[in-house]
T-cell receptor, first 110, second 114 residues
Framework: LAKTTQPISMDSYEGQEVNITCSHN???????ITWYQQFPSQGPRFIIQ???TKVTNEVASLFIPADRKSSTLSLPRVSLSDTAVYYCLVFNTGRRALTFGSGTRLQVQP | DSGVTQTPKHLITATGQRVTLRCSPR?????VYWYQQSLDQGLQFLIQYYNGEERAKGNILERFSAQQFPDLHSELNLSSLELGDSALYFC?????????????FGDGTRLSIL
């Protein structure tokens, strides 16, 4: 079962780029990596997903090195509304294994 | 709006009781997941269903059980409730339950045990 590790918290200022890294040392071949954002008293919301290299969408980028033992969520030019908890998820349907990270609490200051 | 509906939004009960949480997945989604989130804690995966069949099991207690019905809605049953079961319970759904498919989460049921 993949074990994931994330920093507990991070601080940033509006307009800066924020990078949050998740370690998943024993990731398996067919595991996908997904990131979610969660606001208080709400369900998590999908941000981005990847398997290897780099993926970019309208809100974030995801960098996955060749060994896939970590992944980095990059949020460009954060705003106050990006203050939330960010979770990485490693999921392998074949092994029926699903592991959420413990979450990174991002605080964006004006 | 994720399209996933969870009822009730809040539930208050006593120790030793039994409750049922309900989830209607997003239209077209065949797979349902259940998670538990205790106060200021991360998401603990409980169980996944795909088209009525159990697909994956996480750290679900024996006092808890779930099922997915032919109309694809799902129910999570919690029995012999303890104070430590107080938490937010989330349901999520995805199209076929594959690891490359994003999950869409409901807003949860907040369970309080007195």
């Amino acid at each position: 079962l993949a074990k994931t590790t994330q920093p507990i918290s991070m601080d940033s200022y509006e307009g800066q780029e924020v990078n949050i890294t998740c370690s998943h040392n024993n990731i398996a071949t067919n595991d996908y990596i997904t990131w979610y954002q969660q606001f208080p008293s709400q369900g998590p919301r999908f941000i981005i997903q990847g398997y290897k290299t780099k993926v970019t969408n309208e809100v974030a980028s995801l960098f996955i090195p060749a060994d896939r033992k970590s992944s980095t969520l990059s949020l460009p030019r954060v705003s106050l509304s990006d203050t939330a908890v960010y979770y990485c998820l490693v999921f392998n349907t074949g092994r029926r294994a699903l592991t959420f990270g413990s979450g990174t609490r991002l605080q964006v200051q004006p | 709006d994720s399209g996933v509906t969870q009822t009730p939004k809040h539930l208050i009960t006593a120790t030793g009781q039994r409750v049922t949480l309900r989830c209607s997945p997003r239209s077209g989604d065949l797979s349902v997941y259940w998670y538990q989130q205790s106060l200021d804690q991360g998401l603990q995966f409980l169980i996944q269903y795909y088209n009525g069949e159990e697909r994956a099991k996480g750290n679900i207690l024996e006092r808890f059980s779930a099922q997915q019905f032919p109309d694809l809605h799902s129910e999570l049953n919690l029995s012999s409730l303890e104070l430590g079961d107080s938490a937010l319970y989330f349901c999520a759904s995805s199209y076929e339950g594959g690891s490359n498919q994003p999950q869409h989460f409901g807003d949860g049921t907040r369970l309080s045990i007195l």
